[in-house]
């Protein structure tokens, strides 16, 4: 579904991606681990083009991001992405929140994705917010909105950027929770996170950057429990 | 007495207070015109600006934005009003009142570009990655998720703007222009007295000001009502 190919992104003359390489199918949960500054943020912008990679080739489902003749917004659609500060738009309604994007596109109608919404939001236990303001919602409520809103394009991929590090303790729980059903249900995530707990039950494969290189992968027993490089050894001890 | 002698000679006489109703029609005409002018080539110079350091295209038109930021920016007012006048349209027949709308909307753009820009800016980047990985382009991403976050922050700046520019307008006396500080001068040669024709003239400025200064003020809370 998803194929990284000698990925390398610099800023300016720091190299913070160093040949990547990377091939996710359909229905894995791949998290990515790794101190911070590492490149984590960065491989996923790079994922879906907000960042453009210096050298190297994205593709998705088959398609050359960086083609000229790709629609980047096309494959976006099909391709969310959820950011660790939520990103909600203010000025906007719970509902009109997650109906702009597939109503402004022409995907669907405005009733049909108000019903949907209704649905999404129901299902989450968020249908009374509908007409609130994102700023009256709590950290927790306000990053399903955003989960929900990405959704609302029925994407193939979903990229998570440390969803639950900009919340609470309490608040944590309820997002990994929607996460782990998004996982069981089939649908396929990237998730940059530290929640090393919820990455034992959630994930099917555990990819360890440091220093903007894949340093070990594999299943996260495995890579928790005889982890091989000095580096993750650390990394595991000092996240402990 | 002597006031309303003065008042007479300055308004009454010789229906002097018809220069004043042309000087106030011509300044507002100038700087209401001025104002469209100016607030679409800066919304036009701002998106070209903003579209540029966004994705790094554009250069050309991007750079041509930059120089005439630069160039409005650093010269005089009054220079620019001359060279329009004087230069351009120095070999043809044209409505005076025309030029100045030109010359001051030319000049109002270069700043109202800056005033959107900074506007644009003011909204954290996480909006238009957010409204990216949603699959929306760029003249979307603007129209529905930045300008209506933005307009908060610039349509008090905008409104100084056209206060400034009403002001600015004075400067077209220069090349002509009968609006409201030509109109109190042309009354002061025939009365042979430049107080009263002047402080008329201020006062008809500050209620003018004084008006759109409270218009602003109540957008303002409209806006800050809307949508909090
Ligand atoms: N726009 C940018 N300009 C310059 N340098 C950047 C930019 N974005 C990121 N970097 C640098 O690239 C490196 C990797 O950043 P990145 O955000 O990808 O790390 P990360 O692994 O996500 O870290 P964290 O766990 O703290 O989120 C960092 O050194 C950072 O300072
Ligand atoms: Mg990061």
Known sequence: ?240 | MNLFENLYKTLIYDNRYLFFLEGIKNTLIIAFFAGIIGVIIGIIIALIKNYHEKTNKLKILNFLASCYVNIIRGTPTILQLMIIYYVIFASVEINIVFVGILAFGINSGAYVSEIIRAGINSIDKGQIEAGSSLGLNYPQIMHYIIMPQAIKNILPALGNEFITLVKETSVGAYIGIIELTKASDIVASRTYEYFFPLIIAAIIYLIITFCLSKLISIMERKLNNANS
Do not use: W
């Open chain 1, 1 to 240: 579904m998803l194929i990284v190919k000698n990925l390398e992104k610099n800023f300016g003359k720091t190299k913070v991606l160093k040949n990547i390489n990377l091939e996710i199918n359909e229905k894995e949960r791949v998290v990515i681990i790794g101190p911070s500054g590492c490149g984590k943020s960065t491989l996923l912008r790079c994922i879906n083009q907000i960042e453009k990679p210096t050298k190297g080739k994205v593709l998705f489902e088959g398609i050359p991001l960086d083609d000229k003749k790709t629609d980047i917004n096309k494959i976006r659609i099909k391709m969310g992405m959820v950011f660790q500060q939520f990103n909600l738009f203010p000025h906007l309604k719970v509902i009109d929140n997650i109906i702009l994007a597939p109503v402004k596109l022409k995907l669907m109608s405005k009733e049909d994705a108000i019903k949907k919404g209704k649905m999404l939001l129901d299902k989450i236990g968020l249908a009374e917010k509908l007409n609130n303001y994102p700023k009256e919602l709590s950290g927790g409520q306000q990053q399903r909105v955003a989960i929900i809103r990405a959704l609302m394009l029925d994407p193939d991929l979903l990229l998570f950027d440390e969803p639950t590090s900009a919340l609470d303790p309490e608040m944590k729980q309820e997002v990994l929770e929607l996460m782990k059903n998004l996982g069981a249900s089939g649908l396929t995530m990237i998730v940059v996170t530290h929640e090393m707990q919820f990455v034992k039950e959630f994930a099917t494969r555990v990819i360890f950057i440091d220093e903007g290189k894949i340093v070990e992968e594999g299943k996260p027993n495995d890579l928790f429990n005889h982890p091989k490089s000095l580096r993750l050894k650390e990394f595991l001890n000092n996240i402990n």
